[in-house]
């Protein structure tokens, strides 16, 4: 059972433009965790989100938490090649983590 | 700081022959991941352990798969036989006191021929 969805699959943009990311679940979020991962690499983490409605900013990348803590959307502004990678969310449970099957972002120059 | 050591960092086999997979974690964590990523499946945690105790073992695939972490610095995980269809990268990853954030290794890509 796939217990986080994310979308889009696959994004290509060009260098400077705006996007969104999304992470979604029927079920609630005790806290929910955003990796990036490069190629060759492991995931890197980037944030956690906790509270409904929250909202946290990393440089140019700005993460929300649904109010009802069901979803959660990265926003980068002004994206650059360095961003290019696979975005993933994260649910925790216990210590164990569950993993969306993520967002392959593509920033051309 | 070391971060998570895996190696080897690639592998390629021949169908039936048996992989042994390594892993250091960072020191001081007390829990280790074994995770596997494809295109089909995305990333699967395959078992997990907390103070070298295996917990939850419910992702290993089939009895083909094994892991055990003998200490607190290491661990591995081995298939034998193997399978083309095992062919993936496999991550392990580390955390402190079962919290949010996982350190993750660099991964083994192992290609069963």
């Known amino acids: 059972t796939q217990l986080l969805e994310q979308s889009p699959q696959f994004l290509s943009i060009q260098e400077g433009e705006n996007l969104t990311v999304y992470c979604n679940s029927s079920?609630?979020?005790?806290?929910l965790q955003w990796y990036r991962q490069e190629p060759g690499e492991g995931p890197v983490l980037l944030v956690t989100v906790v509270t409904g409605g929250e909202v946290k900013k990393l440089k140019r990348l700005t993460f929300q938490f649904g109010d009802a803590r069901k979803d959660s959307s990265l926003h980068i502004t002004a994206a650059q090649p360095g961003d290019t990678g696979l975005y993933l969310c994260a649910r925790s449970t216990a210590g164990k983590s569950t993993f969306g099957d993520g967002t392959t972002l593509t920033v051309k120059p | 700081d070391a971060g998570v050591i895996q190696s080897p960092r690639h592998e390629v086999t021949e169908m039936g022959q048996e992989v042994t997979l390594r892993c250091k974690p960072i020191?001081?964590?007390?829990?280790l991941f074994w995770y596997r990523q494809t295109m089909m499946r995305g990333l699967e945690l395959l078992i997990y352990f907390n103070n070298n105790v295996p917990i939850d073992d419910s992702g290993m695939p089939e009895d083909r798969f094994s892991a055990k972490m003998p200490n607190a610095s290491f661990s591995t995980l081995k298939i034998q036989p193997s399978e083309p269809r095992d062919s993936a990268v496999y991550f392990c990853a580390s955390s402190a006191g079962g919290g949010n954030e996982q350190f993750f290794g660099p991964g083994t890509r192992l290609t069963v021929l």
């Open positions: 079920s609630v979020f005790s806290s």
């Open positions: 020191s001081g964590h007390d829990y």
